[in-house]
Nanobody
Framework: VRLVESGGGLVQPGGSLLLACTIS????????MGWFRQTPGKEREFVAT????????FYFGAAKGRARISRDNVNGTIYLQMSNLRPEDTAMYFC????????????WGQGTQVTVSS
């Protein structure tokens, strides 16, 4: 199973971005999916998750109100749209698939760097 993130880069404060994560080689439609982020010296933190069947979404921390997670089960892709970006949103963003035994033990992508700076 392989997860590949894309869409990171340099964004100005107040701007927006759209990240994508494509999963291949696995039963995507049966997996809860999520976005996480991490900055050097800090623990990885949840950004948003989306359930496999209901499509229910959950948002965490500073991303609440500024993030939107969605999934395309046909194309095996999840998205993270974030708006009103702040310098503190600068991080490596990862997507992950939950196998039901904890996110840490799931499938993870390599990450895509997002830098918010003027």
């Amino acid at each position: 199973v392989r997860l590949v993130e894309s869409g990171g880069g340099l964004v100005q404060p107040g701007g927006s971005l759209l990240l994508a994560c494509t999963i291949s080689g696995g039963p995507f439609e049966y997996l809860d999916m999520g976005w996480f982020r991490q900055t050097p010296g800090k623990e990885r933190e949840f950004v948003a998750t989306i359930r496999r069947t209901s499509g229910s979404t959950f948002y965490f921390g500073a991303a609440k109100g500024r993030a939107r997670i969605s999934r395309d089960n046909v194309n095996g892709t999840i998205y993270l749209q974030m708006s009103n970006l702040r310098p503190e949103d600068t991080a490596m963003y990862f997507c992950a698939a939950d196998l039901g035994i904890g996110w840490t033990n799931g499938y993870w992508g390599q990450g895509t760097q997002v830098t918010v700076s003027s």
